[in-house]
């Protein structure tokens, strides 16, 4: 999802992040991963990104109107995998490879 996103939009980063979390660890007071928990499908938080900080490009509504109407795009390519009972992930192109959760990606 992230690497496709990354792709979709240029201000979406996957570089400063929070740690993941371990698979069934995610703290189920945190919304996606109640969203998750509770019906079973895929959930994220999409928040402004940290570049800017950096880039001093400014942030305003324009740019948050296209984060959020580019993340369809990345939905649209994770779809077929989301039920999939296969290791599709060992199919998958290199850039959208599996990357196991750690704090160094």
């Keep these: 999802f992230l690497a496709s996103y990354e792709r979709t939009n240029s201000d979406m980063q ?3 992040s929070y740690d993941p979390d371990k698979p069934n660890e ?6 996606s991963n109640q969203i998750a ?4 499908c895929f959930a994220g938080t999409l928040e402004m990104p940290f570049k800017d900080i950096e880039e001093k490009k400014g942030w305003g509504p324009a740019r948050a109107t296209m984060l959020g109407a580019t993340v369809l795009e990345p939905l649209i390519h994770i779809w077929p995998y989301l039920r999939d ?3 599709f992930w060992k199919d998958l192109p290199r850039e959208d490879a599996y990357v196991v ?5």
Excluded: Q, T
Excluded at 26 to 31: E, F, L, P, T, W
Excluded at 37 to 40: A, G, M, N, S
Excluded at 101 to 105: D, G, H
């Design 26 to 31: 995610g703290m189920k007071h945190i919304c």
């Design 101 to 105: 959760p750690s704090s160094k990606y």
């Design 85 to 87: 009972e296969k290791e």
């Design 14 to 16: 996957g570089k400063v």
């Design 37 to 40: 928990l509770r019906f079973d």
